[in-house]
């Protein structure tokens, strides 16, 4: 079992509030987070039927055999629970008494928010980083092409291809009908597929919809639906008005590449070394890997990027105190043109220095203001 880095985060929550909820995409190792850092904790599966159908009909009889606490796991499927679990965190003054689980955003948060606001710390737990699997030797096509989910290095024996046509059809087949009734799953398949190979592209929805053949306010549902459901992530473009011929549409991502590969039918890591996509998927990885270092330290999204309608464009953007520009390269051999988006973006913002994260072995400073980052040294050498 890989270590996650979030663990620091969750005792920190489980010690600050009465419950603790650990919300990411399915399969992406909350069950085994909370049970690895909570192992006295009694564990309680609401995907059993059984379980389920008990805390349904029965919830204060339910939660009656739980009244010191629990780890309640994929929580959403019992929605009927919230509200009596309301008197029990409330009758008592015990931090950490409930650890609660959920792979669908909405769901969660909707009850969470009706029965138990102020009551919960969020942990967003997306699968694994390259921090977290960096002392396994792995080459970059294979790391993007493998993807990062915890199953897929725990268990030598699993092969990438067939663990994700089954997460493709659990996740369209279960998942997706629990957030929306949509009726025609190939039409929806067909969907995520195209947008599979738009991945670091504008979201231009009219486009979408004429490609699929359905509405614009379809196209914007399910985007909805893949959003709460840890699919897709938008990037949002920079807010900051240097330039008022701004680019303000969001960009697409995936929150994991080996999905975006098993979308797009490629089946070996030898397939991406002269494939169109490999430029977008290592960018895709880098953004998403931000997003995780960000998660795991119970801090909030602060990434975005800058376009301007001429093609001036920085991929990604720190919305910090001083703005940290990022260009992401997935060549290994670098050149002066890695940095000419960050030159322009100095020159009409007035700011100084930047980063270039690469698909190189080496990391190194250019000069005192941009530096040189190795692709597996981000979490190492960007300062949040």
Same mark, same amino acid.
């Given at each position: 079992?890989?270590?996650?880095? &979030? ?7 489980? /010690? #600050?509030?009465?419950? *603790?909820?650990? *919300? ?11 049970? =690895? ?16 159908? @008990? ?8 939660? =009656? ?23 029990? %965190? ?9 650890? %609660? ?11 969470? =928010?009706?029965?138990? &606001?102020? !009551? *919960? ?7 694994? +980083? ?24 725990? $268990? ?17 087949? !279960? ?12 039409? @929806?398949?067909?969907?995520? /597929? ?14 979408? &919809?004429?490609? %699929? ?6 196209? #914007? ?12 992530? !938008? ?5 900051? $008005? ?22 797009? $039918? ?23 890997? @931000?997003?995780? #270092? !960000? ?9 975005? @990027?800058?376009?301007? $309608? ?19 390269? +997935? ?50 050498? %960007?300062?949040?």
């Amino acid at each position: 079992m890989i270590l996650r880095t &979030a663990n620091i985060e969750l005792a920190q929550l489980s /010690r #600050q509030f009465k419950v *603790v909820a650990v *919300v990411g995409p399915r399969q992406s190792g909350k069950t085994t987070l909370v049970r =690895s850092q909570f192992p006295s904790m009694t564990y309680v599966n609401f995907e059993n039927p059984d379980i389920r159908l @008990f805390a349904t009909q029965d919830p204060r009889g339910f939660l =009656s055999n739980y009244k010191k606490g629990a780890i309640f796991d994929e929580i959403q499927r019992v929605p009927e629970i919230f509200s009596y679990l309301q008197q029990i %965190v409330d009758e008592q003054n015990t931090m950490g008494q409930f650890i %609660v689980t959920g792979s669908n955003n909405f769901l969660l948060q909707e009850n969470i =928010s009706q029965s138990l &606001a102020g !009551r *919960v710390g969020y942990l967003f737990l997306l699968p694994l +980083s390259l921090q977290e699997i960096k002392p396994i030797e792995i080459t970059l096509n294979q790391l993007l092409y493998q993807g990062f989910y915890p199953s897929l290095y725990d $268990n030598p024996n699993i092969t990438p291809n067939k663990w994700y046509d089954n997460y493709i059809r659990t996740y369209i087949e !279960r998942d997706v009908r629990m957030i929306k009734n949509i009726t025609d799953l190939l039409l @929806f398949e067909k969907f995520v /597929r195209l947008l599979a190979a738009r991945i670091g592209q504008l979201l231009n929805m009219s486009n979408l &919809a004429i490609e %699929v053949g359905v509405d614009v306010k379809t196209i #914007q549902s399910w985007i909805g639906v893949l959003e709460l459901s840890f699919v897709i992530f !938008r990037l949002k473009p920079y807010h900051a $008005n240097y330039n008022k011929r701004l680019v303000k549409m969001p960009k697409i991502y995936f929150f994991d590449t080996g999905l975006v590969c098993a979308l797009l $039918n490629i089946n070996s890591s030898d397939d991406l070394q002269y494939h169109y996509i490999k430029g977008s998927l290592f960018e895709n990885m880098i953004i998403i890997d @931000f997003l995780k #270092q !960000r998660y795991n330290r119970g801090k909030n999204n602060n990434l975005f @990027f800058w376009r301007d $309608n001429t093609g001036n464009e920085i991929d990604l953007i720190l919305d910090k105190f001083k703005p940290l520009p990022i260009e992401i390269k +997935s060549g290994e051999t670098v050149s002066e043109s890695y940095f000419k988006g960050l030159y322009h973006w100095n020159k009409i913002s007035g700011n100084q220095g930047g980063i270039v994260v690469y698909g190189g072995d080496t990391s190194f400073k250019k000069s005192d203001q941009y530096q040189l980052i190795a692709y597996h040294d981000i979490q190492d050498k %960007v300062i949040e």
